[in-house]
């Protein structure tokens, strides 16, 4: 049993940075690998970026890769995730998960927050 809970959301103008934070707790497992994941109104959720719990291993989405770091705090069992150059169309409710290796897909979801880029 993993509870996530996401932070660092707010209203934002285009071209400005934003750092949102993910903490785990009470995890059950001794490793595994986090997610940030995001859902526009009306558009199905997309994949943003992941590593593993250790910091050794980081992908990101092509549509994200450059403007989007994932990074990590074990000492505060957080996630984080800085975004650049902020642009409208990055407008969305974020969500960071944890991937669940016995089952092989990301099982534990944090509740989002809220991200709006004004034009």
């Known amino acids: 049993q993993v509870q996530l809970v996401e932070s660092g959301g707010g209203l934002v103008q285009a071209g400005n940075s934003l750092t949102l934070s993910c903490a785990a707790s009470g995890r059950t497992f001794s490793s595994y690998r986090m997610g940030w994941f995001r859902q526009a109104p009306g558009k199905e959720r997309e994949y943003g970026a992941d590593?593993?719990?250790?910091?050794?291993?980081?992908s990101y989405a092509d549509s994200v890769k450059g403007r989007f770091t994932i990074s990590r705090n074990n000492a505060k069992n957080t996630v984080y995730l800085q975004i650049n150059s902020l642009k409208p169309e990055d407008s969305a409710v974020y969500y960071c998960?944890?991937?669940?290796?016995?089952?092989?897909?990301?099982?534990?979801w944090g509740q989002g927050t809220q991200v709006t880029v004004s034009s």
């Open positions: 590593i593993n719990w250790s910091g050794s291993s980081t």
């Open positions: 998960a944890a991937y669940d290796t016995r089952r092989g897909k990301y099982d534990y």
